[in-house]
C-alpha cells in the first residue's frame, strides 16, 4: 500500500503550538518523508518470492515466511541482500514501517532488522532508516557504455 500525500517540509513560520505538533505527529506516521519524495512501497510477498526462488535460501523459508537465520555468514549475507533490495535506495523509511514490513518477514524482526543495520545494508539514526548496501539492480536502458 503508497499513501499518497504531500506536506510542505516545514510548517509555515508563525505557525505553531497545537496545530503545529499536530501536523509533525502526522508528518511523522505517513508515507512522505522529508524531501516530499513519495517512499517506494514495502512488499514482503516479493521478498518472500525472491527468497523462495533462490535454491540457496528455500531451506530457512515455511509457512510464507523466513523460519530461520542462516548460520553461515555467506547464506545469511545472501539472504539480507535480499531483503535488503526491498528498500529503495535514497528514501529514509520510519522505524515502524520498516518493523512492520520486517515482522511480515521474520518473526524476530528485531534481530532482522539489527542484522540488517550490523552487516552494513541499511542505516539509521534519529528513528529513521535507509538503504546503505546490497545490490542495486540496473534498469535496462542505463547500461553503461564502453
Known sequence: MLITAWFPATWPSGAGGKLGRQWQMLRRWTAVPKDNVLMHDLDPASVIEAVTGDQRLRPFTGSGMI??????????RLLLDQIARAFEPGVRYPERRVS???????????????????????????????????????????????
Open 67 to 76: 523460519e530461520t537465520m542462516p548460520a553461515r555468514r555467506s547464506r545469511r
Open 100 to 146: 512492520l514490513f520486517l515482522r511480515a518477514i521474520y518473526p524476530d524482526f528485531a534481530a532482522l532488522r539489527r542484522y540488517l543495520v550490523d552487516e552494513g545494508f541499511l542505516s539509521r539514526a534519529d528513528g529513521e532508516y535507509w538503504r546503505s548496501g546490497g545490490t542495486v539492480l540496473s534498469s535496462p536502458g542505463h547500461e553503461s557504455r564502453a
